[in-house]
């Protein structure tokens, strides 16, 4: 494979990738509100297309539409720096995560990958670490304080919870020996449900130490505090309006499916059946490349689906009680599952 | 193409580091700051160092540079005016800056051997690089895990007696 057939390759696995996570983040903001809705005994979207399932085709055009507000006291360079960020950072991490089988697709070149690196839970820890700006970026150039506050309440949350998030993920890279994804998915592979690394692995507590620190990283409920509405109005997107808002929007929900995807790697045996090897490979060559990717977006769907029961059960917590939780709980824990495994590992 | 990007991220991180200094706003020298820090990441990558790359943004473009924007944001440190600088800065900065490059121009120059040693020779795995300090390095690794146990002891010290004396004060 030549440089510029790599390079052509390259562009359409971006863009059909970028395209897909952006429908995929469209349709989440529709399933969010249809299981709300029915959590809340009532329908959701119902009116727009059949069981309102072209609703997130008129929100798009809607937040077109709007007119772009650029209040006169922001600071402008990082007022429209902040949303691009956010947004960004967002979309960059799905490009080191496999979705499917590999070894499809034309020699040398992975179908179901943008890139396949060696550090790749690395690369997508730093690029949620860099997301951090986009939100601190638009609370402090608004000069709003009630956005000044959400952005210092994001930045305080995300700095505390991200220390968790990664040592809670340290256990998971210990067991695989590789910060490569495929390779941490490859070792869970073996017996199906039995060996993905929350059942086999012994993961079971550091998998619930991510998922808290991913929600505080999402900056979901219950710990949205960020955008807490009774308190801070809109929090760090009050003062942003139109497109702008749209892209915060997106970004959110651009991050849970990352996480869903990441966590889906980590402790779910990723693009892997649950039935191992039970069943031998088809004959079928087609049934073999898609059926990977079945499994792959039915286990991020039902993450999806975690999130928004989450968010339509438990209620805010309080300022002290996150930071206490954090530090206290969660970072002890995280270190605790560390050392265990390794002890494990070690021992056994 | 190894070249060209190395081109493209070294004046990056230059052009960051002097908007750094001609900011006038904190905010904005603490962005350029990153931008330096994001471009030495790539660096390292282009070097081979792909465990240094990544641990360079996730603590240091990451966490640090978030906890220096944190704090401009709380202080909200307002702009700040350029003066011409002080005379003795002038006489000694200028020579001093003038000095180091030509040592450090000097140096480059000189030394023999010196080859483009780049990705092209391959990538240190994060393996390698763990094998190595916790092999043949572990003593000075585990010295320095202490000196920084001792450094976060100093500031919870610090801290907690200021907070003391408020206590008192009231």
């Not at chain 1, 929100?59 to 691009?84: C, M, N, Q, R």
């Not at chain 1, 951090?132 to 638009?138: M, P, R």
């Not at chain 2, 070294?10 to 904005?28: E, K, R, T």
Request: contains cysteine; proline residues 3%; glycine residues 8%.
């Amino acid at each position: 494979m030549t440089l510029l057939e790599f390079i052509l390759w390259s562009i359409v696995k971006v863009a059909v990738v970028t395209v897909l996570l952006l429908v995929a983040v469209a349709y989440t903001v529709l399933l969010e509100r249809k299981l709300v809705g029915r959590i809340q005994n009532r329908w959701g979207p119902s009116r727009v297309g059949p069981f309102g399932l072209l609703q997130p085709l008129v929100d798009g055009a809607k937040s077109f539409l709007k007119e772009d507000l650029i209040p006169t006291g922001v600071y402008k360079p990082l007022y429209l720096l902040a949303p691009i960020i956010a947004l960004s950072s967002a979309l960059i991490s799905i490009g080191v995560i496999p979705f499917g089988a590999p070894g499809f697709g034309p020699k040398g070149f992975d179908l179901f990958q943008v890139s396949n690196v060696n550090i790749g839970l690395l690369v997508i820890l730093g690029v949620t670490s860099i997301g951090v700006y986009g939100v601190a970026l638009a609370g402090w150039s608004s000069n709003n304080k009630y956005s000044l506050l959400g952005s210092l309440r994001s930045s305080a949350q995300l700095i505390s919870y991200e220390l968790a998030l990664g040592l809670s993920l340290v256990g998971v890279v210990l067991l695989a020996g590789s910060f490569n994804l495929r390779a941490i998915v490859e070792q869970q592979a073996t017996h199906g449900i039995a060996s993905w690394n929350i059942f086999g692995g012994f993961q079971f507590l550091a998998f619930f130490i991510y998922l808290m620190a991913a929600f505080a990283e999402t900056n979901r409920s219950p710990f949205d505090l960020p955008e807490a509405e009774s308190e801070l109005t809109g929090g760090y997107h009050t003062e942003y309006s139109s497109m702008k808002f749209a892209m915060f929007f997106m970004a959110e929900y651009a991050n849970m499916i990352n996480v869903g995807c990441v966590a889906t790697l980590l402790f779910f045996g990723g693009w892997t059946s649950p039935f191992g090897s039970h069943f031998d490979h088809f004959q079928n060559n087609f049934l073999n490349a898609v059926l990977p990717l079945f499994w792959f977006a039915f286990k991020v769907f039902l993450f999806l689906c975690l999130y928004v029961w989450v968010r339509g059960t438990l209620p805010r917590f309080r300022y002290d009680q996150l930071m206490n939780f954090g530090w206290r709980v969660l970072l002890p824990l995280a270190i605790l599952n560390i050392v265990g495994t390794s002890l494990w590992l070690a021992y056994r | 193409m190894y070249l060209a990007l190395f081109f493209l991220f070294a004046a990056f991180a230059i052009a960051g580091a002097v908007n750094l200094l001609v900011q006038s706003h904190p905010i904005n020298s603490a962005l350029s700051l990153i931008v330096v820090m994001t471009s030495l990441a790539i660096l390292y990558l282009l070097l081979g160092a792909e465990f240094l790359a990544a641990a360079q943004v996730i603590v240091y473009s990451g966490a640090v540079m978030v906890l220096f924007t944190f704090v401009i944001m709380l202080l909200n440190a307002g702009r700040e005016e350029h003066t011409l600088g002080s005379r003795a800065a002038r006489a000694i900065g200028f020579p001093a800056v003038v000095v180091i490059l030509g040592v450090l121009a000097s140096v480059v120059l000189r030394a023999r051997g010196l080859t483009a040693n780049g990705i092209q020779q391959g990538v240190t795995t994060t393996e390698e690089l763990s094998r190595v300090l916790f092999r043949e390095l572990l003593l000075p690794f585990e010295v320095t895990s202490v000196l920084i146990l001792i450094a976060i002891l100093g500031a919870v010290a610090l801290a907690r007696r200021g907070s003391g004396e408020s206590e008192a004060g009231q």
